[in-house]
T-cell receptor, first 111, second 110 residues
Framework: QKEVEQDPGPLSVPEGAIVSLNCTYS??????FMWYRQYSRKGPELLMY????GNKEDGRFTAQVDKSSKYISLFIRDSQPSDSATYLC???????????FGTGTRLQVFP | DSGVTQTPKHLITATGQRVTLRCSPR?????VYWYQQSLDQGLQFLIH???????AKGNILERFSAQQFPDLHSELNLSSLELGDSALYFC?????????FGQGTRLTVV
């Protein structure tokens, strides 16, 4: 079993839809959770960074962490064609810099 | 622009050859990570250096090695290249657990 599981998609939604992206993990020692966006095989860019259970909002993006269920989510409201990209979740343990990535979910938002 | 610089952007080489990929971290970041991203796989952690010292190793082949120099730039050396080594190689630098990625080096082994 992989430490981090993420549905590869692709996920295709119309413009304006609410998108839900999810990852599950098996290692209860993970403390820090991140979402990255990657365009066309460019370098991933950090979208959201959280370290506790609950919700964190930034503009149209909301990151949710449920440590009891070992489940994290990224919600995108009012999705735009420019949101079309691959979204990768990542997580790490306390006092270590090693990031474990999901395989990424490819999202396509069509006009 | 993440502030992390990788060179070269593209590299085409033959099987059996050796190549060196270079990474300059963001100013002030002491950590450098190397990741491999193949077409059908996600980001695979290779190795982590902190201030010149190796901190962690992932699924890095024995044919691959890395080092971090006193000026904090890092190099990833890939030798005896095989077709399956064709991939995007990313480096990232981090502070407080947040990693910032370079634009990657696309390696094609023919």
């Amino acid at each position: 079993q992989k430490e981090v599981e993420q549905d590869p998609g692709p996920l295709s939604v119309p413009e304006g839809a609410i998108v839900s992206l999810n990852c599950t993990y098996s290692n209860s020692a993970f403390q820090y959770f991140m979402w990255y966006r990657q365009y066309s095989r460019k370098g991933p860019e950090l979208l959201m960074y959280t370290y506790s259970s609950g919700n964190k909002e930034d503009g149209r993006f909301t990151a949710q962490v449920d440590k009891s269920s070992k489940y994290i989510s990224l919600f995108i409201r009012d999705s735009q064609p420019s949101d079309s990209a691959t979204y990768l979740c990542a997580m790490s343990q306390y006092n270590t810099d090693k990031l474990i990535f999901g395989t990424g979910t490819r999202l396509q938002v069509f006009p | 622009d993440s502030g992390v610089t990788q060179t070269p952007k593209h590299l085409i080489t033959a099987t059996g050859q050796r190549v060196t990929l270079r990474c300059s971290p963001r100013s002030g970041d002491l950590s450098v990570y190397w990741y491999q991203q193949s077409l059908d796989q996600g980001l695979q952690f290779l190795i982590h250096y902190y201030n010149g010292e190796e901190r962690a190793k992932g699924n890095i082949l024995e044919r691959f090695s890395a080092q971090q120099f006193p000026d904090l730039h890092s190099e990833l050396n890939l030798s005896s290249l095989e077709l399956g080594d064709s991939a995007l190689y990313f480096c990232a630098s981090s502070v407080a657990g947040e990693a910032f990625f370079g634009q990657g080096t696309r390696l094609t082994v023919v």
